[in-house]
């Protein structure tokens, strides 16, 4: 008898198989309980984007940071990684012709709109992710036990990025768990009424078009409790640790000239960044403000030619950097001649300045005394 996946295109198939190891085991425990926990799937926010390249292998294989809020933010990611590669290329010795092509490759991405990109016979596309949270009764989920988060305070920055690499291919099998949320996933499309018709027409478009898809390494943001809802407070983070780090330098960089806090409040503040930084844990409280570590899915999804694109409502605020380069020049807000002495930067900025630079020192001796603990 023939096996009925057979008959479905591999980019629909969703594979599971038995977790490898205790760790994976107790990874997919968690996920299943979840479930009941956090019962509810909610869109956070709105897609981010990024550069993955097609693999001669099969799949395509995520390039530089992962994450991006706008489409040209991606295209100038995928800018950057040709003209770097040109520099190993030259460094190495390599064939001048490739080198150019990769040049020219950037510089067409400088002034044209542009998705996808064949360069050195590899095909490089700007691809679509969505992002998802689990809620239940008491709010969003945070991290579970059983997510990685290896980095001191102050230092997960460190860490190299989770997606970078990252292989996207719809064979690869996944835990049990794991190939549920991903059918669950793929299932939703945007409510009518909760969005722009168009919107929600494209969100139903996509779900017949792609209708694979890959689960990215999950990341962790920062939500502030307001008014009985929870809004997003930081863009995503590899590791609960990546999503305190940005909170402590909200904390005690940018909170103390934003809210304009005297000097009992801003001891408060940072008194509260202290705590979070030895307690690691997924909840802040400081003043009359709630903060959770929430934990974050992002879906990628996949069609019979590779991952998805960007769609056309996706809001793509800024044109390319030399178009908009050009704008400004046309409409005199860039001259040329600009004295040093007009781009004195504001008040606020320069304490923002004097702040960043103290906890930078601050966490130096951080390191520095942790250096000493393990010598």
């Not at 997606?163 to 719809?170: A, H, K, P, R, Y």
């Not at 600009?338 to 004195?344: F, G």
């Amino acid at each position: 008898m023939s096996d009925p996946s057979e008959r479905v295109p591999g980019y629909r198939q969703i594979r599971m198989t038995v977790p490898a190891g205790p760790e994976a085991v107790r990874a997919d425990e968690e996920a299943w309980a979840a479930r009941e926990s956090h019962p509810v799937i909610l869109g956070a926010g709105g897609p981010v984007f990024g550069v993955a390249r097609e693999r001669e292998e099969g799949g395509w294989e995520l390039c530089g940071y992962y994450g991006e809020r706008a489409p040209q933010d991606a295209r100038d990611t995928m800018a950057v990684h040709f003209r770097r590669k040109a520099c190993e290329i030259e460094s190495a010795g390599g064939p001048a012709a490739a080198a150019r092509e990769c040049l020219k490759a950037a510089e067409r991405l400088d002034w044209e709109v542009i998705d996808e990109l064949t360069v050195l016979g590899s095909r490089y596309r700007v691809v679509r992710a969505e992002r998802f949270i689990r809620t239940g009764p008491d709010g969003p989920e945070p991290p579970r036990p059983s997510d990685p988060d290896p980095a001191e305070p102050g230092a997960s920055h460190e860490l190299p990025r989770s997606t970078e690499g990252f292989v996207l291919d719809t064979v690869n099998p996944t835990g049990m768990s794991e190939g549920i949320l991903k059918a669950e996933l793929l299932s939703l499309v945007l409510e009518p009424g909760t969005v722009p018709r168009a919107v929600r027409d494209e969100s139903v478009r996509a779900a017949r078009t792609h209708p694979g898809g890959v689960l990215l390494p999950v990341t962790f943001v920062i939500a502030e409790r307001v008014d009985g809802d929870w809004q997003p407070l930081t863009s995503g983070s590899d590791t609960p640790q990546g999503a305190r780090d940005a909170l402590t330098m909200d904390l005690r960089v940018m909170a103390p000239v934003l809210r304009r806090l005297d000097e009992r409040e801003r001891e408060e503040y940072a008194r509260a960044a202290d705590r979070f930084d030895t307690e690691r844990g997924a909840e802040l409280y400081v003043a009359d403000r709630h903060f959770r570590v929430v934990r974050v899915e992002s879906l990628i999804r996949f069609g019979p030619d590779g991952p998805e694109g960007p769609r056309p409502s996706d809001p793509d605020p800024q044109p390319p950097v030399m178009v908009h380069d050009r704008q400004l020049r046309e409409q005199g807000v860039i001259t040329g001649e600009e004295d040093e002495d007009e781009h004195e930067p504001p008040e606020e900025v320069k304490e923002m300045m004097v702040l960043v630079d103290k906890e930078r020192e601050r966490r130096k001796r951080l390191e520095e005394s942790r250096r000493r603990g393990s010598a």
